[in-house]
């Protein structure tokens, strides 16, 4: 397993964890959990749930750091396991948050760390 999972978050969004100190939006209330993803797996996800969105940053999560447990599973029914969070995560585990760049033709560009 990698030392780094990858979550896709609204700027905004994250301007709010920050000044709370924890992020415990997005998929955490309905489902649960945070949705994660490898660093092979964000670009494909950004596209397929995010497609032509601005205003999106990409977290590069420390998984030594996360104090939740993190599941790497299917849920959808498939073969690919994605890291899942669950509970809220402490902000001292993200070690980056990076713009996600959209090209002329709406795709996002890759992050170079």
Same mark, same amino acid.
């Given at each position: 397993?990698?030392?780094?999972?990858?979550? !896709?978050?609204?700027?905004?969004?994250?301007? $709010?964890?920050?000044?709370? /100190? #924890?992020?415990?939006?997005? @998929?955490?209330?309905?489902?649960?959990?945070?949705?994660?993803?490898?660093?092979?797996?964000?670009?494909?996800?950004?596209?397929?749930?995010?497609?032509?969105?601005?205003?999106?940053?990409?977290?590069? !999560?420390?998984?030594?750091?996360?104090?939740? $447990?993190?599941?790497?599973? /299917? #849920?959808?029914?498939?073969? @690919?396991?994605?890291?899942?969070?669950?509970?809220?995560?402490?902000?001292?585990?993200?070690?980056?948050?990076?713009?996600?760049?959209?090209?002329?033709?709406?795709?996002?560009?890759?992050?170079?760390?």
């Amino acid at each position: 397993m990698s030392a780094y999972i990858f979550h !896709i978050t609204k700027k905004e969004t994250w301007a $709010k964890a920050l000044a709370k /100190n #924890l992020y415990d939006y997005c @998929t955490l209330k309905t489902d649960g959990f945070i949705h994660c993803s490898t660093e092979k797996q964000y670009l494909e996800v950004s596209h397929r749930i995010f497609k032509g969105q601005n205003g999106l940053v990409l977290l590069k !999560i420390n998984v030594e750091l996360v104090d939740k $447990k993190i599941i790497y599973e /299917n #849920l959808e029914g498939g073969s @690919t396991s994605y890291p899942h969070i669950y509970g809220a995560l402490n902000i001292n585990a993200v070690e980056k948050a990076k713009d996600l760049i959209l090209d002329q033709d709406g795709k996002f560009l890759p992050i170079h760390w």
